[in-house]
T-cell receptor
Framework: DVKVTQSSRYLVKRTGEKVFLECVQD?????MFWYRQDPGLGLRLIYF???????EKGDIPEGYSVSREKKERFSLILESASTNQTSMYLC?????????????????FGPGTRLTVT | GENVEQHPSTLSVQEGDSAVIKCTYS??????FPWYKQELGKGPQLIID?????GEKKDQRIAVTLNKTAKHFSLHITETQPEDSAVYFC?????????FGRGTSLIVHP
């Protein structure tokens, strides 16, 4: 079974604090993602990484940074937390593989971290 | 880039009824279409997927259909049960970055 784990299920931080959200996957996946989920807005991509030390901005990168020093670990960093960053944060990993002459794809999510910034 | 529209945003059914959730996409290069179920307080879980070379796929009470010409795909749940209550997301993937629909909240009344 693919396992994507996140370091915390619930987190409460104060405005201005530096916040680290950790994600680890155990299936040697190349790609890892950080999403933010808010009611009515669905899943919005913050950053993704397709290899160690590689990162790409998603749709809403402002106020966030990421780190991928090892293949299995992808960290999301809030440099100075603000109340508008209160949200559910989801990590995911994915892999691409050949199937019947085509490229196929699967993505798996972690359980999420509910972050509250006060 | 890809754009995915999902309808309805909320769906309320009686136990035993069928439920249908529809998604449309814009990028003809999309070739993989997963569906996720997210229960309260949990991350989304893959429940079924379909690839572009297939028109329909079934797994017990769940089925997904794909119409590549019209660029739409649908999730069908038959004989709904209260434990089917959750938020369902569709996605379309043209390369390796999925684009998600905004989700459908399915409520199954006992």
């Amino acid at each position: 079974d693919v396992k994507v784990t996140q370091s915390s299920r619930y987190l409460v931080k104060r405005t201005g604090e530096k916040v680290f959200l950790e994600c680890v996957q155990d299936m040697d996946h190349e790609n890892m993602f950080w999403y933010r989920q808010d009611p009515g807005l669905g899943l919005r991509l913050i950053y993704f990484s397709y290899d160690v030390k590689m990162k790409e901005k998603g749709d809403i990168p402002e106020g966030y940074s990421v780190s991928r020093e090892k293949k299995e670990r992808f960290s999301l960093i809030l440099e100075s937390a603000s109340t508008n960053q209160t949200s559910m944060y989801l990590c995911a990993s994915s892999f691409i593989y050949p199937l019947a002459g085509r490229v196929s794809y699967e993505q798996y999510f972690g359980p999420g971290t509910r972050l509250t910034v006060t | 880039g890809e754009n995915v529209e999902q309808h309805p945003s909320t769906l309320s059914v009686q136990e035993g009824d069928s439920a249908v959730i529809k998604c449309t996409y814009s990028d003809s290069a999309s070739n993989y279409f997963p569906w996720y179920k997210q229960e309260l307080g949990k991350g989304p879980q893959l429940i079924i997927d379909i690839r572009s070379n297939v028109g329909e796929k079934k797994d017990q009470r769940i089925a997904v259909t794909l119409n590549k010409t019209a660029k739409h795909f649908s999730l069908h749940i038959t004989e709904t049960q209260p434990e089917d209550s959750a938020v369902y997301f569709c996605a379309a993937i043209p390369s390796y970055i999925p684009t998600f629909g905004r989700g459908t909240s399915l409520i199954v009344h006992p």
